[in-house]
């Protein structure tokens, strides 16, 4: 994987910016949306004008969890060689990213803390004093809000400072554990203790941990989500939940399907009128008429029919599917189905990959 220079991975709970935070820095594609579990691989990537390599890994909630993405990050954390981390946190909902930093710095101490979507927390009146987080943790903490690029550049001289151990790592253990554990993540149960049980009681740990901490550093309204939770029991209500989110879908097929029809027929008929005129100018150039057959008929026309029946639908579903997505309605959904997916072996973010192959489906059969 790595030829020179360092290995920095990039860690932090699904959905908090990681790959956002991932592409500013390498100038990478990875895939980025609002909500969970995008990124399920490792995927690398070089620090831009640094020799420095950075892992993008699975979001994960805690080093204890058994999914397979999760079991990916935990195994790089643990084998994968790097020298120092990047641990991603959400500021608007801190004391939920802790935990995982926390364990984190139990098995590397060399790290910073991102703390990003600091303008979503800035929306919900929520302040956090990062000079005592910084001391409570013992690694540096870095305010950014990945989305604008801010605080990138800070966030990479700071890890430059980590690697070079000018910034010293973290050196107290982080987590308050009962006397006889030591580290958590190597922990194992006693005589009649089961896995679960243990991992409950290194994880309450952790949490317990992560809630003093927030005390200490956290100013925020009484409730600074009630917004949100307001339009959660709005929008996945029993009675209005479901019927509601037949009806956007519906709306968006429609808008997709019947626009594009209108668009596509549009643009087939200006790029294959350019058909005779593609002739003409290959004509005049002397080209064989089997040369200028196999350029019009053949590349010309085929490359008119994709680009007329492929385009105009993407180029109005997705921006609908992003509005719906930005106005956080996509995890929305992903939620209201995951009980029925779950009972067809499946789970609710899958009905967003099926939004995309039902409209696929149904653009070939009417176009
Ligand atoms: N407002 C705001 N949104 C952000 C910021 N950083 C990332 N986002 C958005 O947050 C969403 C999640 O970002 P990702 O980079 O995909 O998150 P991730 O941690 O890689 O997610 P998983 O791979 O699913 O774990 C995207 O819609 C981003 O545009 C930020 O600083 N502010
Ligand atoms: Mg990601």
Redesign the pocket.
Known sequence: MKDAGSAVALM????????????ALTGGR??????????VSLAEGRITGEDITLI?L??TYSLHARSQEEALAREFLTCGGAQAVIL?ADAACLQRSLVLVLQVLEVQPHAVLCL?????ARKKHIRIDTAVLSRELGIPVVP?????K?GLNELKNTLRSVLSGTLPPCSEPPIRYPADIRCGLYAEPHKGQTRDELDDILTAAAVLRAEEITMTCVTAPDDPHARDRAIDRAVLSRRFGIPLMLLLLALVFWLTLSGANTVSAMLSGFLLGLEAPLRRVLTALSLPPGAVSLLTDGVWRVLATVVSVMLPPMAIFFPLFTLL??AGYLPRIALQLDHAFCRAGACGKQSLSMCLRTLRAQKNRTG
């Open positions: 932090g709970n699904p959905n908090v910016g990681k790959s956002t935070v991932f592409n990875q895939h980025t949306g609002n909500w969970s579990g995008k990124t993008d699975p979001g991603v990003n979507l600091m303008d979503e950014c809000a990945a989305r604008s801010k997505e930005d």
